[in-house]
Structures are given as structure tokens and as C-alpha cells.
């Protein structure tokens, strides 16, 4: 693997929630977590709603106030202290290209933003030069500089989205379902513009989808998170050809191929009932309990992840 | 296959907003036979969920059909009463919706609400009805039905309430089930339970299911046939196998190049340029041809007739309609 851009230390992000009148408990969205990103590298970061993996991508960024564990960036600590200085390095683009964009703001202040508050840009002409620049960069024309975000449409709202998370020249960008919101002729679009700013801009992404044939197609590595835990991380071909651990295995042989054949001739494995309630957690392993596989040890313990060999790494008791 | 169960024709259904008319759907014939799984593929705006309401006649207050027809066991039901209708849904046909976070009402309990539907459709009451309830939720799968028919729906799990949604479309076992986007809202996992009881109600039932999806995998999965919509009309039709494997219509053609398969993973995807179609200001031709690679002249200003790929295929296209019209030129 190249040199190691983002290292993620025993993360933890717990929010309080209320119980009765003054007793909260802790919600563990997520506990626990460890991984590494390396230069240019694409992570897939998959997972059920409410798994966790949202929260993960904003906690890295410290968009929320991480509750244990450290974040390094280039081998830096990332701190309260020097989080603005780091945001210029590491951006995000988010889910919904309809709410994360000011209706009030034209597309040229929208990008513009992040070059004022980081005071990037020496005048008015640098200004509308770099703007006008990454606009090009994204697809774009000149002359939707001075238009709103309602008229545009969900694939170019998205591409106005990475356009800002651009402007500031970051190594590191937090994809959140950056193309879930979009019609599936236009997803490809995007993913190819995802890919190809990659190649020419060496930006890193962490990908965080739900859509397991993107997150395959797009990440070089995948990580799969189920209730706040990273239950396995593999190389992209690996994971998809030869998944270990039980949650990995049943989740792709839910996805349905586009290939009648295929899908057909595959064995679905159905999982019993829903992911529980992060307030419920099952005691040591999250998942035990839709697990067909599940022993008395995977009650009492949870399972730490331990490579398997060439960087597969797998927490489970039983496989 | 025996006699036809529903035969759309010709079906023109158009909006009237303030901005002008809006045609959703212009011309949509098909037909569905008992014990089929047709899909309906398009993308937003395709006019997918308009031709499955219609059938339902559920439009929106400015909605209305404004041609074709709509033959049920050979009836038209564009001329039945709205008192006929109530009784052709639900009884005759039901849907469930992509939603099933607002498609119950949550001051209700799920019981009565299941309830409702089996006295309105059947002669069944009180205890009689009840039992149907339990039956009804124990079929699709829910555990403790005796229990969760006292229960409101915000108790419940997104995928429960798509059970719940199920359970009254089937509660009086129609010949037909329109499921719009069942499975769009819900993960994974959860999408694979819901299918497979879809699947393995209709394969007890024997009911006909109309799947309305932009999924193609989900289609790939369910579907004997494949309805391909675009800007509300058909593009393309076919088994399942021809339309995957064989398409002839350039936007199925780029669709299926569009999206990650198996077999691309390390190649770039080929997108389809452009943006969907603007159904306030259909072209004049084609309605795919602004964003069509292949387009030619004719494209712009002719909207293309169907013409049969084989017995199994039939296709609006004009580079299909050009090569079987040089086909016949070379062999004269």
C-alpha cells in the first residue's frame, strides 16, 4: 500500500440520549473503530442505515467532537486547535445535492466560500479565475457562475457540491451516498468524475455508500460496518469474491445484480429480522444475533479484527 | 398462456398544472397474463408510477386520463363509476407504495387498519375478521401477530411496515398486485426478505405482479417480462433475458453500460450524457434523442413505432426500424 495519508485510532463517537428526565444513555453510533487511507486511495465505507457509517465520515472530519480516539493526517493529531487549518486538506460532499447547498447563494459564492473563509484567493480577479476553473473541472459552464442551485438539476447540483469541497485544494474528501440521491443515468456520471479527479488531482476519498456494486466499482479497499463496528476490511476483489465474515457474506448475496443469469443462479442468504436498536446492543458480538453461526462465545465477547492474510482483515469468533 | 387478465391501450394520462399540460404518459399498451411478474423500468419522471396509477385510477386531483383504455377481464375500466372502482381496489387489484413509513396512518393501530380492509372487501366481521388479521400477518411473515395487531405503526421497523402494506394489499387475494417501488426505501438485507415474500406469495397465490423500479437488478431478479420506459412513453419490451442480454433500444443499450455489473469493474462506466428529460417540453421525435449518441435526423422529428425483434422482443427505435429496412433492401 502507498504511504499512509489518514489513520483513524480507536474512534469512538457516542451521543447522550435522553432516558426518563435527567438519566441519558449513551448511543453508540460509533465504537471503536480503526483504519488507514493511503495517498490517492479510495476506502468503501458500507453498511445498513444507521450503522454508523455517516457518523464515522463526520466524526473524522471533527464535524462532531469525537467521544475517544485520534484521527493523524499526514502525521499530524488533528485537535480542536488546528482543525480549520486542517479542513483545508480534507472536505466533504455530502448526501443530498438539494439540501446542502444555500438556495439564497449563486454558484459562484456557493464554491467561492471555502477560498474566502481561507482567505485563499489575493483579489477579485484570482477569485473568479479559480472559481471559474473548477467549474470547468467539474463540468460545468461559465455561465452558470451567476445562477442558483434550484435551477439546476440533482447530477449538476452534485457536481456544484464537489466543485466547493475542490476549491480549497484538499488531499482528503468524505464522500457521503454522494450519488444515492441520483437517477441511475446520472450516477455514472458522477462516479466517473469521482474516478477521474482521482487520477489527475491524487485526491484520496473515503466512500460511503449503501450501493455495494459502486462502492465496488469505485474503492480500491471496503470496510463493512454493522452497528458502529468494522466487522470486516478487505481489498476491494477480495472482499467481493471471497467475504469471511457472516454479515459480509449474507449483505452481497442480497444485492441484486443487474444480469438475470447471475442473479438468478445465486443462493440469497436472508437474514432473519432487523439490525437491533444501537440503544440495544447485543451483548460481545453486534451482530450474533441474525448470525447463523452464532456459539455461546459470541455472547460474552465481542471479536476483534485480525488479518487473515494479504490485509484481509475479519472480526469474527466462528470463521 | 391463458386469457389476457389486464390489457392497457393506447393510455394517454396528462397532468393540467399551471404551467401547461403535462403529458406523463403518451401511448402505453401492454398486457399482463395471470401468474406473470411484468417490470416497469424508468427513471424519475419516466412516467412508471403514472401508468400504475392510472390502471388503479388514483391520479392526483389534476390528473386525468385522457385516451386509451384499461381492459380487465375484458372490461373498460376508464368507463366504470367511482362506486366500481372502490370495489375493483383492493377486491380485483392492489398496490403498495415505495413509502411504507407514511403509507399507514399512524393513529391507528396496524390491526384495524388490516381490519378495515377485510370487512370493507369480504363478508367476514368481528372474531371472523380478526382471524383473518392474524392469518394475514402470520402469511407475510411477522411474528407474534396476535400481538403486533395491537401495536401502532411508529412500533414498527421499515420492513415490518412493507409486511404490514403487503398483508392488506393481499388481503382479499386480487388477481393482481402493483407494487411501486417496494423495496426502494429499505436496506439491503431487508429488500432481500421483502422480494423473496413477494416472490413466494405469488408463486402461492398465483397473482399477477406489476414491479415498478428504477432497480435494474431487482428487475433482473423478479421479472419475466420487461416493460423500458422513457419520457412516458415504451422504449423497449421483452423477456427478461432478451432485453439484458440482447437490448436494441440505444437508451436501454446505455443504460445497462451506465451501471457497475460484475463484469466492469475495472473499467470506466459509459454514461449516458445529458440530463432526464424536461416533461413539460418533449421534443417533437424520439424523446430520448437529445441525449441520444446514434441520433439521426428522422430521430428529431418522428416519434418511432414499435417493431418486433423477435416473438419475445419488440423495440421503438429508429436505427432498429433503418436496419430492418436495409435488411430488406439488400435482399431484394
Known sequence: MSETLVEVRNLKQYFPVKVGFVKTIPLKAVDDISFTIGKGETLGLVGESGCGKTTAGRSILRLYKPTGGEVIFDGELITDSNITRMRKK????FQDPYSSLDPRMTVEDIIGEPLDVHKLCANRKERRERILELME???LNAEHATRYAHEFSGGQRQRIGIARALAVRPEFIVCDEPVSALDVSIQAQVINMFEELQDKLGVAYLFIAHDLLVVHHISKRIAVMYLGKIVEIADADELNGHPIHPYTESLLSAVPIPDPDVTRAR???????????????PSGCPFRTRCRYATEQCAEECPTLTDRGGGHEVACWVK | MSETLLNVQNLHTSFFTDNGEVQAVNGVSFQLNPGEILGIVGESGSGKSVTAYSIMQILADTGRITEGKILFKGEDLTTWSEKKMQSFRGKNCSIIFQDPMTSLNPVFTIGSQLKEAVVLHTNRRGAEADARVIELLEAVGINEPEKRMKQYPFEHSGGMRQRVMIAMALACEPDILIADEPTTALDVTIQAQIL?????LQKKMGMAVILVTHDLGVIA??????????GGRICE???????FYNPKHEYTKGLLRSIPNVNNMKERLIPIEGTPINMLNLPKGCA???RCDAAMKIC???VPEEIVINEDHKAACWMNIKAAYEEVSRNE
Open chain 2, 300 to 302: 428529431l422529428q418522428e
Open chain 1, 267 to 281: 443462493k440469497r442468504i436472508i437474514l432473519e429480522g432487523d439490525v437491533p436498536s444501537p440503544l440495544k446492543r
Open chain 2, 288 to 290: 430520448f434523442c437529445p
Open chain 2, 196 to 200: 423473496e415474500l413477494i416472490q413466494s
Open chain 2, 221 to 230: 431478479d423478479m421479472c419475466d417480462n420487461i416493460v423500458v420506459m422513457y
Open chain 1, 137 to 139: 473541472i467539474v463540468g
Open chain 1, 90 to 93: 480534507m472536505q466533504m460532499v
Open chain 2, 237 to 243: 419490451r421483452g423477456t427478461a433475458r432478451e432485453i
